[in-house]
């Protein structure tokens, strides 16, 4: 999908040169004259990133920012402001915003904005799939597999794995296998970064 540059601005007439700005620059732009507006609209979870005012009536741009980053996934943000704000710019920078840009915003400085902000929007959006993958494959584990599974990347034998869960090890290696064909993994150290990357803990074994 062709990424989209969202404004929030509760000037009409900064949207309209931004948006004129922006889309000369050969972006697809949508403006909104209020924070509340674009959350009706739906569109917080689209390939793109945001343009956001800091100050507006009703809900901030600090407010959006917060709302949005309580979401499982939202877009970049680049705020805009007239006022040049230290504490309200730091605060936005923790939480993630690519820039704080002070108005008139300077063309080049923008525009470099919004092609970082893109790249990390692709980013997340690769992980965001990465991540759903990893967790429908976890699913297909059977609970005793799930359990076998945080022995084994602790680097255990099965026949200690039997002795840790009182059970045969044939028993072990079956599921270890099930385990391995269902992740469609090949190797131990493959299973280890998996479960890292799932943040999946290790067994805690019997000292």
């Not at 620059?25 to 739906?42: I, K, P, Y």
């Not at 877009?75 to 805009?80: D, G, N, S």
């Not at 759903?132 to 026949?159: A, D, F, W």
């Not at 059970?167 to 072990?172: A, F, G, L, S, Y």
């Amino acid at each position: 999908m062709q990424p989209t540059i969202f404004i929030i601005d509760d000037d009409p007439s900064v949207c309209k040169g931004i948006s004129r700005l922006v889309s000369t620059a050969g972006f697809n732009v949508e403006t909104f004259t209020s924070a509340r507006d674009f959350l009706d609209s739906g569109k917080t979870d689209g390939p793109g990133c945001i343009l956001l005012d800091v100050r507006m009536p009703e809900m901030t741009g600090p407010e959006l920012q917060e709302k949005l980053c309580k979401t499982e996934y939202s877009m970049p943000i680049i705020f805009l402001s007239a006022h040049g704000d230290v504490p309200t710019t730091a605060r936005a920078m923790k939480k993630g915003a690519i820039d704080f840009l002070t108005k008139p915003v300077d063309r080049d400085d923008l525009l470099e904005a919004i092609r970082l902000s893109l790249a990390k929007n692709d980013r997340n959006r690769l992980q965001r799939v990465e991540n759903e993958s990893l967790r429908t494959c976890l699913m297909r584990l059977t609970p005793r597999e799930y359990e076998i599974m945080t022995y084994v990347i602790t680097g255990m034998l099965n026949k200690q794995i039997a002795f840790e869960l009182n059970i045969c090890e044939d028993t072990v290696k079956i599921h270890r296998r099930r385990v391995m064909q269902k992740l469609e993994i090949l190797s131990v150290v493959e299973l280890v970064r998996l479960c890292e990357k799932a943040n999946i803990p290790p067994a805690t074994t019997r000292k």
